[in-house]
Nanobody, 126 residues
Framework: QLQLVESGGGLVQPGGSLRLSCVASRRTLDYYVLGWFRQAPGKEREGVSCISQSGGTTNYADSVKGRFTISRDIAKNTVYLQMNSLKPEDMGVYYC???????????????????WGQGNQVTVSS
């Protein structure tokens, strides 16, 4: 069983930055597509970004392209989401997730992910 533990959320002003981290319980990140999702109150969970098993390919939701960057450090069993130029509409609970599906170059839906972190609140407000 793969466990994912997130950190790095919090309160930030519009235009600010945050970096989310997600540490895996074992050294298997290169077996999984790793993704970040977010869920705002009253809305469905949406895919934000994902990174391939090789780490060489990434994908982003249109709403975050150019502002968010996903990366990973295999040695630290950690995947990151660097969020810049944050907007109020970026607010929500952010989740990291791991999927054993083959990389398809698209944002996989939440149903394709088997492992999830506990969620981390991101608040963007002045």
């Amino acid at each position: 069983q793969l466990q994912l533990v997130e950190s790095g959320g919090g309160l930030v002003q519009p235009g600010g930055s945050l970096r989310l981290s997600c540490v895996a319980s074992r050294r298997t990140l290169d077996y999984y597509v790793l993704g970040w999702f977010r869920q705002a109150p009253g809305k469905e969970r949406e895919g934000v970004s994902c990174i391939s098993q090789s780490g060489g390919t990434t994908n982003y939701a249109d709403s975050v392209k150019g502002r968010f960057t996903i990366s990973r450090d295999i040695a630290k069993n950690t995947v990151y989401l660097q969020m810049n130029s944050l907007k109020p509409e970026d607010m929500g609970v952010y989740y990291c997730a791991a999927s054993s599906y083959s990389w398809r170059g698209i944002l996989l839906p939440a149903s394709k992910y088997s492992y999830w972190g506990q969620g981390n609140q991101v608040t963007v407000s002045s």
